[in-house]
């Protein structure tokens, strides 16, 4: 397990963020990022999650006026996993990819295909 203070997980979801390609970035619509410190009691190893309704999903009508989609990391599960930062920030990375995937409606068995998994 490797601590990393809150600051500096913001910090490094931050850079996560910034290293997706900026056309990518683009593309994303009504999305909010969060991060939390444990996921759900049911689910205590969850990395994060998307919760919204995909792209590939939305029908063009009413979408205009939801709230915003949400994608939370948990840095409790995300810090116990790993062993060094290095291990952490690449992991976090990773999250980050895999949860905006889910956002272009990706799922997580083709994305365990593409090595995101």
Do not use: K
């Not at 840095?75 to 905006?100: N, W």
Request: hydrophobic residues 45%; charged residues 30%.
């Amino acid at each position: 397990m490797i601590e990393m203070s809150e600051a500096d997980f913001e910090a490094a979801v931050a850079d996560a963020l910034d290293a997706v390609p900026a056309e990518l970035m683009q593309l994303l619509d009504n999305v909010a990022f969060f991060i939390d410190d444990e996921p759900p009691p049911e689910e205590p190893d969850l990395l994060g999650v998307y919760e919204g309704v995909a792209l590939t999903e939305r029908d063009g009508g009413w979408d205009t006026l939801r709230l915003p989609d949400r994608i939370v990391l948990f840095r409790g599960p995300l810090m116990r996993m790993c062993e060094s930062r290095d291990e952490l920030l690449d992991e976090i990375e990773v999250t980050v990819v895999h949860e905006i995937a889910h956002h272009f409606g990706i799922d997580d068995a083709h994305l365990h295909d593409l090595g995101w998994g």
